[in-house]
């Protein structure tokens, strides 16, 4: 069963820019009221067989019997359910036997029961699952109360809380919100730019506390601040601003949203209309949280009652907060059998920095994102480990392309393969860059917290940004390839190549990560695809700019890289490089930056997020960071001048090496 809904889950991103086949119709009223009240102690009935799904997604709040009348014997409460189902298709016999075999189960992100039914609520969710009924096709999902010792299963669905969320029922993009609820938190892990674990040891997959205190939080301040504001600009009710949300978001996306309204829409919108600000919901919902010893972390100004006090008011108000808590634990979806070898596929892509869809293992992907060709040039036979970007010609490809530059064949004039005659002599060579965020071009674009810029258009490259981990290489200065569409030319160092020698077409790769040093780049420097007998030369640019020197923690100082640390790792890096490259490569070392301008530039403008009403600045966004531990840079990002002094005095010091001959 695993490896039938692996052979599916493996193909995850081909899906995430694709249309997803239609999910099975909702069912017919008739053949529902027939399922609805089946005689008591009779089996589900069978459904036909039907075309292989992915997967799908349902919720179901409030119970109601089909024709949308409350029953009489249905058990009214207030119940709200959230799961996913993971199935395939393909008819098996009762004996377990039949073409391709079929997959049902069940992801079950809470349920709970404050039923209000006169009779003992026996069983609040049934699947009805078998080897010869599937409930992706066709779902019942029961409710027994007791009632003059009988028990009636019921059949109930009904609109939620959002009016636009019955969308998701039936969107052909379900798959991906399932995908999304499972990786969401590892991207966004990844995205995160305070420098990972020293040394050449792999970094962390899991997900720590400080994820949920301090990424976590900050999403939620952020994004109850634009409903707000946006609510504000429009002059609409919170809910509707919701929506508005929701609808900006691509369709790919949008489930995913809605079942985010589902969730908390109630408790924000009624915290908001009481004129509650985003840090008072945010601790209200639980998504902030308050380390012991430690002050409140906010966003904003204080209320006048004070933090505390406003917290306490809003969780008064909110009673049914404790329904929220299962739902906040993302990273126990990956304890599911069902799930937990594609959870260890994207932690395997997080961790390496290898293509996700990377068929051949040459290192090399069809795939744009999750570091696919964004990051490195695009592989034109992902079916052959000896084709790939960058390699020297085979047999100057007479009868193929071998390193994916567009350029094979035989001239028929001469006889002379187009690359002999094109390439030969022309020293052709790759771009290979070891950096850090600033390198892999993280980016958030402002029109995404800047409510009188939003629209559909701000968000289309949503999905995308999410899957390259916020980063943009496809623009950035170094290996950039793509127009920007985020602002501006792009005028690469790649491209530059390029236009001089087009026999380096597609010869890139950047190894970068958000938070990488000089330690921690030892271990990603691993993921370098190049041969020194088969590959053309390299200009590989080792550029960790700041993060030796930046990190989020409190007493930042005692968590620098020293300059005798420094040093040794990057002879590492030469080390490894040396034994790695092909002759005639070249490395070019960059020095870490002096910060000190990003305050002195910034401190004092409106965030975008502080654009409408002016009240927020980037000191504001800096302090609220530090607070969580979550900064980019404690060192730099701050008002304490001799911090940002002493920040910068290591720099200075460890890029000053005297290097002995013959090292």
């Not at 640390?565 to 002879?571: A, G, K, P, T, Y």
Request: aromatic residues 8%; charged residues 20%; glycine residues 8%.
């Amino acid at each position: 069963m695993h490896s039938e809904l692996m052979r599916t889950g493996v193909q995850l991103p081909l899906l995430l820019c694709q249309q997803l086949p239609p999910v099975p119709p909702r069912l017919d009223p008739s053949r529902t009221k027939a399922l609805a009240k089946p005689r008591r102690g009779s089996p589900i009935p069978p459904t036909p067989a039907a075309p292989a799904r992915a997967a799908s997604f349902f919720y179901f709040s409030r119970p109601v019997l089909p024709n949308g009348n409350p029953g009489q014997k249905s058990c009214r409460s207030s119940q709200r359910y959230i799961f996913f189902l993971v199935g395939g298709g393909g008819q098996r016999s009762d004996s377990g036997e039949g073409g391709g075999g079929r997959v049902c189960g069940a992801v079950f992100f809470f349920s709970f029961c404050n039923t209000s039914c006169s009779g003992e609520c026996l069983a609040l969710l049934t699947l009805s699952g078998s080897s010869n009924y599937c409930g992706l096709r066709s779902l019942v999902i029961c409710c027994y109360c007791r009632r003059h010792r009988s028990a009636e299963p019921e059949l109930f669905m009904q609109p939620s809380w959002s009016s636009q969320a019955s969308r998701m029922r039936g969107s052909r993009q379900t798959f991906f919100n399932l995908f999304c609820i499972l990786c969401l938190p590892l991207l966004l892990k990844a995205a995160s730019s305070p420098p990972l674990p020293r040394g050449n040891d792999p970094p962390t997959t899991s997900l720590p506390s400080g994820l949920y205190k301090g990424h976590t939080c900050v999403g939620c301040v952020l994004v109850v601040s634009v409903i707000e504001q946006l609510a504000q600009w429009h002059n609409s009710t919170v809910k509707a601003a919701m929506e508005r949300l929701c609808n900006y978001i691509p369709e790919k996306l949008q489930g995913f949203c809605y079942v985010l309204a589902e969730l908390y829409g109630p408790h924000i919108a009624e915290l908001i209309d009481r004129e509650m600000n985003a840090d008072v919901v945010c601790h209200s919902l639980k998504l902030c949280k308050q380390d012991p010893g430690q002050p409140l972390c906010h966003l904003y100004a204080p209320p006048k009652v004070g933090l505390s006090a406003a917290i306490r008011k809003a969780k008064s108000i909110m009673k049914t907060s404790k329904d929220l808590k299962s739902f906040t634990g993302f990273s126990s979806v990956c304890a599911f059998p069902l799930l937990a070898n594609l959870c260890e596929k994207i932690k395997y892509v997080m961790r390496n920095k290898l293509p996700f869809e990377d068929l051949d293992g040459d290192k090399f992907s069809t795939f744009p994102t999750l570091r696919g060709y964004h990051w490195r040039g695009r592989d034109c036979n992902d079916k052959n480990t000896t084709v790939y970007p960058g390699r020297r010609p085979d047999n100057w490809d007479v009868k193929s392309d071998s390193n994916c530059n567009g350029i094979w064949g035989v001239d028929p004039k001469d006889g002379i393969p187009y690359e002999e005659k094109f390439c030969k002599g022309a020293d052709s060579q790759g771009v290979v860059l070891l950096g850090d965020s600033a390198g892999a071009h993280f980016h958030i674009p402002p029109e995404w917290m800047t409510v009188t810029q939003m629209s559909a258009k701000s968000f289309a490259n949503l999905p995308m940004a999410f899957t390259d981990e916020l980063d943009w290489p496809q623009f950035s200065e170094i290996t950039g390839f793509l127009n920007s569409t985020i602002g501006g030319w792009t005028d690469s160092l790649y491209l530059r190549l390029r236009r001089r020698n087009r026999c380096n077409h597609r010869d890139l790769q950047n190894i970068s990560q958000n938070g990488g040093s000089s330690g921690n780049l030892l271990y990603l420097i691993k993921s370098l695809a190049r041969n020194q007998l088969l590959d053309n030369p390299a200009i590989v640019i080792y550029a960790t700019i700041g993060n030796d020197v930046c990190n989020g923690n409190r007493d930042t100082l005692a968590h620098m890289t020293t300059p005798k640390e420094m040093l040794s790792n990057v002879m590492q890096a030469l080390r490894y490089l040396d034994s790695h490259l092909p002759n005639g490569s070249h490395v070019i070392l960059t020095g870490l930056v002096d910060g000190r301008f990003l305050w002195d530039n910034l401190h004092d403008r409106y965030h975008p997020l502080g654009q409408l009403n002016r009240d927020i600045t980037y000191s504001q966004i800096y302090s609220f960071l530090d607070c969580l531990q979550v900064s980019p840079c404690s060192g730099w990002l701050t008002a304490n001048e001799t911090l940002r002094n002493l920040t910068s005095e290591r720099p200075r010091s460890g890029t000053r090496w005297e290097v002995s001959p013959g090292s």
